[in-house]
């Protein structure tokens, strides 16, 4: 047995025993990665940790422990206020204000888990408040992100043009864009019916938030519950570090985690008792899980695991069927790794049979970048971490079960749905 397959075969049991008996699965790919980057890739530490994701804990400690003070001193309470009046009481809005929300960022220059990191945490306590449903939520604030993601002047738009440039290919920036807009958006109408957006108000979607009982319907006025929030000294500084936080990741591009956890120092030398309990509230149980399973999908990425998979693919004859295969294979890798990175792995395996004319470059393309980022709601990715640990009052194990069969449902559907309409009729 190869060591690729080895490697594959132990990343299912993996599952299978977090499934099973209830072991957090971050723990469990730490044992992993060390018993196949050891015993079947000859990897010493050093090449174990070479795929611990150091920027990752930092963004889930930093933007967690910032989100935890201002839970505190009533900071969220008062956003979710303003968010109501903002939309006049129609709940039903939310949830797409803040999938334009991040669309709007991340087509303006925001990396994609930079837009989630400003946007989930106020988006998730929104959703505890009125019993909106968190993966509801969380699904609309990721594809709002993939839905901008795309822009001629975005980062992944412009690196992914980069590549197709640099591969020689015929391109189109615009296609691209509204391909990967019109995917998630649609995508995101799925959800939000699936997950009772049209009832949001009413008494039967309500859950146990404050808007329980409340008679509405998605076009009505919600009257918030609580009353109205006033603007304290420690809540007015949590507000201006929260602009200084975007300001920060969007004008001068500094890292979102180390931004917000050093934010989060200064609101707790100053406010030591709004603060005390906002370490403890830090995602401990999310960040191992996060950050075990990618040091054992680095180990496969070490060990040559993922090129392997992608350079058999691309041996097959049939053009068609080689390309629904790599559409699988972005998506399934993605899930668990960089999008960016496994598009710029993908992209030139493709390059053969796109110089053969015998599939439209274009299509492939849009068709790869879409089945690439639209599993990002997966709790294994950055985004769907960023979701996982920035939702309040919710058991993280449940919602991170709804999310992990989200995310595995999009990864079986989404990628032959993108090679059936950008593929198959040869755009390009």
């Not at 530490?45 to 933007?63: E, H, K, Q, S, T």
């Not at 994609?112 to 909106?132: D, E, M, N, T």
């Not at 191992?288 to 060990?303: A, F, P, R, S, W």
């Not at 710029?344 to 980022?373: K, Y």
Request: proline letters at 5%; aromatic letters at 8%; one cysteine or more.
């Amino acid at each position: 047995m190869s060591p690729e397959l080895i490697s594959i075969l132990v990343l299912v049991v993996v599952f299978v025993i977090a499934t099973t008996r209830s072991v957090n699965m971050g723990a469990l790919a730490f044992a992993a990665a060390f018993g196949v980057g050891g015993l079947v890739a000859d990897l010493d530490a050093d090449g174990i940790f070479a795929g611990f994701p150091g920027d990752l804990f930092v963004v889930l400690v930093g933007v967690t422990y910032l989100f935890a003070i201002a839970r505190a001193n009533g900071t969220t309470d008062w956003l979710v206020h303003a968010a109501v009046r903002l939309v006049r009481g129609r709940v039903a809005l939310i949830p797409w204000v803040m999938f334009a929300l991040t669309g709007a960022l991340t087509a303006i220059g925001a990396v994609s888990p930079a837009a989630v990191a400003i946007v989930a945490p106020i988006a998730l306590s929104f959703a505890a408040r009125y019993g909106i449903s968190p993966l509801l939520m969380g699904a609309m604030v990721v594809h709002g992100a993939q839905a901008g993601g795309f822009s001629p002047i975005s980062i992944y738009g412009s690196i992914v043009n980069g590549i197709v440039e640099r591969e020689k290919l015929p391109g189109n920036e615009v296609v691209l864009f509204l391909a990967s807009l019109a995917a998630n958006l649609v995508i995101a109408a799925v959800v939000f019916v699936l997950c009772g957006g049209l009832k949001l108000g009413t008494d039967s979607a309500a859950g146990t938030g404050p808007a329980a009982g409340l008679r509405t319907d998605p076009t009505a006025t919600l009257t918030p519950s609580t009353e109205t929030l006033t603007l304290t000294p420690s809540r007015t500084a949590t507000l201006t570090s929260l602009v200084a936080l975007v300001i920060a990741v969007l004008v001068f591009d500094l890292d979102a985690g180390l931004t917000a956890i050093t934010l989060a120092v200064v609101l707790s030398t100053a406010w030591p008792e709004d603060s005390r309990k906002a370490v403890g509230e830090i995602a401990w149980p999310t960040v191992l899980l996060i950050c075990g399973v990618l040091t054992y999908v680095g180990v496969l990425d070490e060990m040559g695991t993922i090129t392997w998979a992608g350079e058999g693919v691309g041996d097959i004859g049939v053009p068609l069927l080689a390309a629904v295969l790599l559409c699988y294979i972005g998506a399934l890798v993605s899930a668990f790794a960089s999008s960016v990175g496994i598009m710029g792995a993908l992209i030139p395996l493709a390059v053969p049979f796109l110089e053969r004319g015998e599939i439209g470059a274009i299509g492939m393309v849009a068709a790869l970048a879409v089945s690439a980022t639209v599993v990002d709601v997966s709790p294994f990715s950055t985004n769907g971490a960023l979701v996982l640990a920035a939702a309040p009052d919710v058991d993280r194990e449940r919602f991170f079960r709804q999310l992990m069969v989200y995310g595995g449902i999009v990864v079986a559907v989404v990628p032959a749905v993108a090679w059936l309409v950008m593929v198959v009729p040869g755009w390009g």
